[in-house]
């Protein structure tokens, strides 16, 4: 979760935990049907929606932006249903540190596991692309279990701390690793480097080494880093999206590999493998809007009006 109001940029990496969150709470939830589990997340995002007016807003007015030709009782049908997937979201990573390696996998469906099986094989390490999309947290507890290979996933810390704990700790349950954002491209250089997988959510708006791109036919700002490792390491890149079923199982689609272009020329290159992964993750969003954390200012650097209260900052040159 990484929501910019939860930035702490002051922590660093922490060894992963493998202990299951302890409390009565998180023990109640797991007793509970996955219809239930929705239900139950549903009023929390449901109480989000009511009393958040800030975030509120930031939903719309991004729903309003990416599609300016919805009316407006779509707008705000879309907007509570973000919220109720964020309640989800929540309740279902709480589950997901009571539940075995095998009740995550009854739980997922996977399709195009051949692409990731095929780039593993490869040898070079895989650079995984992903976004806050259905339930991303789970999808990536998924890959663990499923592929028996932890994955190192790229996070920005979070504050308090005593979320960041928890948060974290939920998130390596099943072996993966922690790479904090700050300083990290050495650590995913290292990782990838020795046949490992390293996880980028990709959807985020960037200002620091970041290169312009198009999403939903607007100017953002996003960080090169899955581009940059891609051409460093000579690694593929994958896709992967994991989105929620109306019965409370969960649909992880794995596309054929991102195609990275090689020019030789470094700064070309990165605009145009960033704008092919911010492609692939706009596809994505568009096919499940109402499952996207959409309350993100993902497009504050071009279009600060967007944001109520926001101080804009210079635009970083055009590479």
């Not at 145009?272 to 954390?293: F, G, K, M, W």
Request: aromatic share 8%; with cysteine.
């Amino acid at each position: 979760m990484t929501v910019d109001m939860w930035t702490d940029p002051t922590r660093s990496d922490e060894a992963e935990t493998h202990r299951k969150v302890p409390g009565l709470f998180s023990a109640l939830i797991t007793t509970f049907s996955a219809t239930r589990l929705g239900r139950y997340g549903n009023l929390l995002g449901e109480l989000a929606y009511r009393i958040d007016r800030r975030h509120r807003i930031i939903v719309q007015n991004n729903l309003q932006f990416a599609f300016p030709s919805w009316k407006e009782h779509r707008i705000a049908e879309v907007s509570r249903r973000v919220f109720h997937n964020i309640g989800k979201t929540l309740t279902e990573m709480i589950h997901c540190t009571q539940m075995s390696p095998d009740e995550i996998r009854a739980r997922c469906r996977l399709k195009g596991e051949e692409h990731f099986l095929r780039a593993l094989e490869a040898g070079r390490g895989i650079v995984l692309v992903s976004a806050h999309l259905g339930s991303w947290e789970l999808g990536l507890q998924y890959l663990a279990c499923h592929f028996g290979k932890r994955v190192h996933l790229v996070v920005r810390p979070l504050a308090p701390r005593r979320l960041d704990r928890w948060v974290n700790q939920a998130r390596t349950s099943f072996g993966n690793h922690l790479i904090y954002k700050k300083q990290a491209f050495p650590k995913m250089l290292k990782a990838v480097r020795k046949n490992g997988i390293v996880a980028l959510m990709t959807d985020l708006s960037s200002r620091k080494h970041s290169v312009a791109v198009d999403y939903f036919g607007r100017r953002a700002r996003t960080s090169p880093a899955a581009a940059l490792l891609a051409a460093r390491c000579h690694t593929p890149v994958i896709a992967a999206f994991t989105t929620r079923n109306p019965d409370g199982s969960f649909s992880i689609e794995i596309p054929p590999p991102i195609e990275i272009q090689r020019s030789g020329h470094l700064k070309t290159d990165l605009r145009c493998n960033s704008q092919r992964i911010t492609d692939i993750v706009e596809t994505a969003v568009r096919a499940h809007p109402d499952q996207y954390l959409w309350l993100q200012k993902r497009w504050k650097e071009y279009y600060p009006h967007l944001y109520p209260g926001y101080r804009p900052r210079p635009i970083p040159p055009e590479d």
